[in-house]
């Protein structure tokens, strides 16, 4: 992946361009079919087990699966037995950084105002690691989500950085998601085709 930052010039024509590209993408994530979607995630999870294989026990984030994303739960399930320990991240604050909340498969959930699982109580860790889920990605390492910046201003806030790390499927992949001054580069991209450091 190339690594220029984003441009500071833009017009409306990008927020144009990016809430259209999400609908797009959004749209055809939607529309892969169960055995697809299985079948490409094993092959996310190998991917990822792969980069986490030779890595000592650290702490992960990472997101339950909504609108068709990349399920990390069984995944992490495997880590957490490994020694890692799991968070998810929860919004306090609309447009502030999120926390990240401990999480365990048995842990009592709730769900937040966008209808996505959160732990619904439990420590709030940092995590050493971040899975961000993609609506978009490009070849330069940026990463289009649904719109609300919530990871951009989290991983902003944090020092030292979480290393952040974008899972999806090939289908998210764009030339130029246009990216906005404050979004921030993935450190790699992992999908069903490999992993892609940016």
């Known amino acids: 992946?190339?690594?220029?930052?984003?441009?500071?010039?833009?017009?409306?024509?990008?927020s144009a361009f990016r809430a259209a590209l999400r609908r797009e993408k959004l749209a055809a994530r939607l529309a892969v079919g169960p055995a697809e979607h299985a079948a490409l995630s094993?092959?996310?999870?190998?991917?990822?087990?792969?980069?986490?294989?030779?890595m000592a026990a650290q702490t992960l984030a990472f997101c339950a699966p909504v609108r068709g994303e990349f399920d990390a739960r069984p995944l992490v399930g495997e880590?957490?037995?490994?020694?890692?320990?799991?968070?998810?991240?929860?919004?306090?604050?609309?447009?502030?950084?999120?926390?990240?909340?401990?999480?365990?498969?048995?842990?009592?959930?709730?769900?937040?105002?966008?209808?996505?699982?959160?732990?619904?109580?439990?420590?709030?860790i940092d995590p050493d690691i971040v899975l961000l889920p993609l609506v978009a990605f490009d070849a330069a390492g940026y990463r289009l989500g649904y719109g609300g910046g919530y990871f951009d201003r989290t991983l902003a806030a944090r020092a030292p950085r979480p290393r952040a790390i974008g899972v999806g499927f090939e289908l998210a992949r764009v030339a130029d998601i246009r990216p906005q001054p404050h979004d921030i580069r993935l450190d790699a991209v992992v999908t069903e085709a490999g992993v892609f450091s940016a």
Not at 44 to 51: D, K, P
Not at 97 to 121: E, L, S, Y
């Open 1 to 14: 992946m190339n690594a220029l930052p984003p441009s500071a010039e833009h017009d409306a024509d990008d």
């Open 42 to 54: 094993a092959r996310v999870a190998t991917h990822l087990a792969g980069l986490w294989s030779a």
């Open 79 to 124: 880590l957490l037995a490994r020694g890692w320990r799991a968070a998810m991240p929860v919004v306090v604050e609309t447009g502030a950084p999120m926390i990240f909340r401990a999480w365990t498969p048995d842990c009592a959930m709730d769900t937040d105002r966008h209808d996505i699982p959160i732990p619904r109580n439990g420590p709030e």
